[in-house]
């Protein structure tokens, strides 16, 4: 499996990600709303003078025994100029164990297995569209990681919406 390197600079992304879903009034100026469908949010974010798209949302369920947990979302983004598109990662909320990896099941059929950096999961490039592809499908999307501290954490998405999310960053990012 070919290990991506080209999510792990979407870094500063994904925290612009937290804060825009965060609303706050520094990031509101830079990251732009596309829309709201369902249960998915479609966004546009100038970095560089590059646009980049994504879609994000927040699990509907978080399970675990952990004490402390920042925020949670699932990602998906295109990056045109860097000729990237569905980038699949979650952010966890917690540091990942050191060289764990994450399982990802769409409606319990589709299952695929995610490489961690820090607080971040990534799809393996090869696995990017074929869980994109499962996610249009699906219903539900069930994440489970283990944390530094060795809690493990079960986080389920609805997938209502995402279709017209994706086909929305699409449009925006061809």
Excluded at 25 to 33: G, R, W, Y
Excluded at 70 to 93: C, L, M, Q, T
Aim: charged content about 20%.
């Amino acid at each position: 499996m070919k290990v991506s390197t080209r999510g792990l600079p979407a870094l500063a992304l994904l925290a612009g990600v937290a804060l825009a879903m965060l609303h706050t009034p520094a990031v509101a100026q830079e990251v732009k709303t596309i829309g709201k469908f369902r249960d998915w949010t479609a966004y546009t974010h100038d970095e560089g003078g590059n646009t980049v798209c994504y879609v994000a949302t927040r699990p509907e369920k978080e399970e675990g025994n952990y004490t402390r947990r920042d925020e949670v979302f699932a990602i998906v983004s295109h990056r045109p100029a860097e000729g990237a598109r569905n980038v699949v990662s979650f952010i966890a909320g917690y540091p990942y164990k050191d060289g764990s990896e994450v399982s990802v099941s769409i409606d319990g059929r589709n299952s695929f297995t995610l490489f961690t950096h820090g607080d971040a999961a990534w799809a393996y490039d090869e696995d990017d569209t074929k869980l994109v592809t499962a996610m249009k499908a699906g219903g539900r999307m069930v994440v489970k990681g283990t944390s530094s501290r060795g809690t493990v954490t079960t986080d389920t998405y609805s997938l209502m919406g995402f279709t017209n999310a994706h086909e929305a960053i699409s449009n925006a990012c061809p």
